[in-house]
């Protein structure tokens, strides 16, 4: 019997603090959120991520009860502020708005102080956006035809801007130099903004942002978008072929936007922040919002997400392998 008596007294005390622990996250859950949230934006303020980081925040704090604050973290291909987010409390106070950069960054660079798919946990995607290719409205070229001509006529004007090393951005920009047979210099801003700027002041020749930043900058007639990347023709510019009708093949790259959490925030928290933003993004409010600036609002399940991104990195483990972008 004396046997006996310890090994249950050990049972009996491992149960009570299992039972705690279960009890003390629960709690958390049940409380939360308590206090503000913070969505990083891995980019510069005025970018796609940054714009669409904004118009959730602004919802999700109206049925949670509690500010949603925008903080910036750009650097380094949008690895600065995943790092961020991966080492974060996992508390469900800091999530980080991803996008398609982090399935390429996994491929890019040969070493990241982070595991995307490991250490971070897909909560919904927000949404698709087309990269569409723009050029000053004073550059000659036209269409994409002309654009290639004058590369080649003055190679040394020759370039390009994305908002990264190792964006899709950048990538699409390698894509296109090997369909052409054009060499094209790579200039790397912090986000959409900067970019943006010097292209409107003829810094840069041309850019494959997504369709948001740019799309004001269209309609006011300072840029001249001569193709979408996708596979199929913008609703936002509907007038615009893509490359593919352009004449160059393998095209069929856009940018997806997505929230994610730290791997080990509870499952009651992320399931809660799921089930709101899909409320978001499903309403025909915000659906119309998304429409007026070239993106398409998805609000998918956390599988969903994850199948996402993993079919997303084996795809452009493939380009970046085929076009040979790799980054220390």
Partial sequence: MNLVRPFSRRLVLQGVALAAALTASGAMAQA??????TLIVPFAAGGTTDVLARALGERLQQSLGQPVVIESKPGAGATIGA?????AKPDGYTLLVGAVHHTIATSVYK?????????????TTIAMVPNVLVVNANTPARNVNELVALLKAEPAKANYGSNGNGTAQHLIGTQFQNNTGTKITHIAYKGSGPLATDLLGG??????????PVLPHIKA?????????TATRS??????????????????????FGVLAPVATPKDIQARLNT???KILKSPEFRLRMADIGADPIGDTQEQMAATIKAETEKFGKL?????????
């Fill in 221 to 229: 007639g300072k840029l001249r978008p001569l193709a979408v990347t």
């Fill in 320 to 328: 970046v392998k085929d076009a040979n972008v790799t980054i220390e």
């Fill in 32 to 37: 939360w959120p308590s206090r503000p949230i």
């Fill in 83 to 87: 790092d961020f987010v991966a080492k």
């Fill in 111 to 123: 070493k990241l102080p982070y595991d995307f798919q490991k250490d971070l946990a897909p909560i």
């Fill in 203 to 212: 810094q840069v020749l041309m850019s494959f942002d997504t369709i948001t």
């Fill in 276 to 278: 709101e933003m899909v």
């Fill in 235 to 256: 609703p936002a510019l509907p007038d615009v072929p893509t490359l593919d009708e352009a004449g160059l093949k393998g095209f069929n790259i856009g940018t997806w």
